[in-house]
C-alpha cells in the first residue's frame, strides 16, 4: 500500500516535500518513481529512482525536483523547488515490485498566486 501525502497550494517560486509511505510491499521492489497528472492530460513520469540509485527526470524539473528515499524504501520523497503554475497536478507515487506496478492514490499540488 502507497500513501501520498504533501502537496498544497503554494505560490510560484514556492517549494513543497512530497512524501510516500509504503507498507507490505518492501520486498522485492525494483524502481520507486513519481508521476503526475494534470488535468485534461495523460500521467506522466517526473522523477524515478532505481535500486542502485540512479536517478531519472523529466526535463521540465530537472534542477528544481529531487526524488530521494529512504534505505529501507518505505519512504519516497520528491523535493520540489521553484514551483512554476505548469507543475500543478495531482502526484502520485509508483512502486515498481516484481515486474508490478503499483500506485498510490495521489496529492494535489496547486500552484497559483
Known amino acids: 500500500q502507497l500513501q501520498a501525502s504533501g502537496g498544497g497550494l503554494v505560490q510560484p517560486g514556492g517549494s513543497l516535500r512530497l512524501a510516500c509511505a509504503a507498507s507490505g510491499m518492501i520486498l522485492g521492489v525494483d524502481a520507486m518513481a513519481w508521476y503526475r497528472q494534470a488535468p485534461g492530460k495523460e500521467r506522466e513520469l517526473v522523477a524515478s529512482l532505481d535500486n542502485d540509485g540512479r536517478t531519472v527526470y523529466a526535463h521540465s524539473v530537472k534542477g528544481r525536483f529531487t526524488i530521494s528515499g529512504d534505505n529501507f524504501k518505505t519512504t519516497l520523497y520528491l523535493q520540489i523547488h521553484s514551483l512554476e503554475p505548469e507543475d500543478t497536478a495531482v502526484y502520485y507515487c509508483?512502486?515498481?515490485?516484481?515486474?508490478?506496478?503499483?500506485w498510490g492514490k495521489g496529492t494535489q499540488v496547486t500552484v497559483s498566486s
Open positions: 509508483n512502486y515498481k515490485r516484481y515486474g508490478v506496478d503499483y
